[in-house]
């Protein structure tokens, strides 16, 4: 967190989840259309405290950073973001499921 030692950076390779790119992509593109910069993901991730670098893992941060960045440029609202986050949670738990399957 912030210049604080944190030992060791593990060097293992990482098989990303579909979310993990999911959640890349979509900062890559939000980014380009102009919604944030480094400095505000950078500003939001730092203001999670070091709780949540303790609690989340990297693209749960990321996903929280990119999130509030989006809310503060007006893409939508917060209200806006419970509503779709409850019409998703209703198709179903999986892909699978949701697809009839």
């Known amino acids: 967190m912030g210049g ?6 593990p060097d293992a390779s990482h098989d990303f989840a579909l979310w993990e790119k999911r ?10 259309r102009g919604h944030f910069t480094v400095d505000g993901l950078r500003r939001a991730l730092e203001d999670m405290g070091e709780a949540a670098f303790e ?3 990297y693209y749960e941060r990321w996903i929280a950073a990119i999130n509030q960045n989006l809310v ?3 893409v939508y609202s917060l209200a806006e973001l419970g509503e779709k986050m409850e019409e998703v949670r209703a ?3 999986t892909y699978g499921e949701a697809a009839g399957g």
């Open 55 to 57: 609690e989340m893992s």
């Open 23 to 32: 959640v890349d992509a979509l900062m890559i593109l939000a980014s380009a």
């Open 4 to 9: 604080t030692p944190a030992g060791p950076v």
């Open 72 to 74: 503060e440029a007006g």
């Open 91 to 93: 198709r179903a738990e």
